[in-house]
Each structure stands twice: as C-alpha cells, then as structure tokens.
C-alpha cells in the first residue's frame, strides 16, 4: 500500500468547514483512498472512499487530485462529535488498511 | 444499529493466563475478518487476517502461537492471547469487511481493552 502523510493536528471552529489534507505521492492505480475516523477508545467509523472522482455522502467530501497524488477530506459543518483522529489510507484490498498516525482534529465551541 | 460486535469490551487478567476475544458479525457472513492492535497513543496495527475453514494469516512479527485466532462459522471469530504478559496489555480491535465489494468499506468492532496485571 502507498504510504500516506498527513498533518499531526489540527483545530476547527464549530460550525466551519473542516478540510483535511493527505498526500499520497506513490499512489498506485488500483489503490483507492479511504478516510476512517476513531473517536477516543472505540472502534474506527469508516467515512468515504474513492478511486479518481470526487465523492460525496451524508458525513463528508473527498476531493481527490486529478494526479491521484493528494486527496481532501471536507468536513462542511463540524460539530463537537467530529473530534476525532482522521485516518487517510491508500490499499487496492479492504483486507490490508495499513493505517498510519491520522491527523487530530479538535473541534473547539 | 452496530454491525460488528466484540465481547468482552474490558478484561482484567493476571499475568500468565489466557484470554479470548470474540468479534461477531451482526448483519452478514463473514469469510474474512481481520484483528487489530492498538497501545496507547499509537495507531492500529493490522495483527492478522482470520479465515473461516482455514489457518488465520499473520503479519510479520506477530507471534502465532500467542495470538490463536479462530474462524468457528461465518459469523464469529475469536483471538486468545496465550499466557498474557503485561506487554500485550492492549486495545485489540476487529474488523469485517463489507459483504458487497472487496474494495468496499470495513466495519471495526467497538474494541477489546486488555489489560494485564
């Protein structure tokens, strides 16, 4: 699996869009990027994935380069809940999520 | 509602003995589940893919004989940590992927805190 890199932390106001980065430099064609998430001592919630569009659900946006090198994860209105470590991880199997440090989202009032 | 459920969620062993995990798939079968290992302030760490009808597959540095993993039927999976040491204390996770697509999600259990004393 390409190794990801993302920031250690970072803070967004409640209410803000919060938009997370993750470069993925050595992505490989049949890798696709997942973002999980995993609130304080509980299991990892799956947010979104994608292979080359742009996707959409009720939690979040990924926007993914037109590269495949970089990928952004959109928050459009944080909460208090979303406080959470964000995971990005490339794999081309559901079976193999190497997953590495995440980035520490904190959702301040 | 959850679709994989771990049992217990807290355990408290004294050094030596044996526990087991089980990690039950709710909604669907399951011939693929997958073991995670969490120590505090760090990230997940795949441990081992569980396989029903055959031998789990470990990754490298995980030590088999201490960590038994069975794939009883299509909806359970369990993993013992053999003679416990305070080492493995733990945050131990499992996973099941999802039953439409293999490039689909994963669903993770709500996690096994270990801890031995």
């Known amino acids: 699996d390409a190794k990801t890199t993302q920031p250690t932390s970072m803070d967004c106001a409640e209410g803000r869009a919060a938009n997370l980065p993750c470069n993925h430099s050595t992505i490989s064609g049949n890798e696709y990027v997942y973002w999980y998430r995993q609130i304080h001592s509980q299991g990892p919630q799956y947010i979104i994935h994608g292979l080359k569009n742009n996707e959409t659900n009720e939690m979040a946006s990924l926007i993914i380069t037109e590269d495949r090198k970089s990928s952004t994860l959109i928050l459009p209105h944080a909460t208090l809940r979303d406080t959470a470590v964000y995971y990005c991880i490339a794999s081309d199997s559901w079976g193999k999520l190497q997953f590495g440090a995440g980035t520490q989202v904190v959702v301040t009032p | ?117």
């Open chain 2, 1 to 117: 509602g959850a679709v994989v459920s771990q049992h217990p969620s807290r355990v408290i062993c004294k050094s030596g003995t044996s526990v087991k995990i089980e990690c039950r798939s709710l909604d669907f079968q399951a011939t693929t589940m997958f073991w995670y290992r969490q120590f505090p302030k760090q990230s997940l760490m795949l441990m081992a893919t569980s396989n029903e009808g055959s031998k789990a597959t470990y990754e490298q540095g995980v030590e088999k004989d201490k960590f038994l993993i069975n794939h009883a039927s299509l909806t359970l999976s369990t993993l013992t940590v053999t003679s416990a040491h305070p080492e493995d204390s733990s945050f131990y996770i499992c996973s099941v992927p999802s039953a439409h697509s293999s490039t689909d999600t994963q669903y993770f259990g709500p996690g096994t805190r270990l801890t031995v004393l």
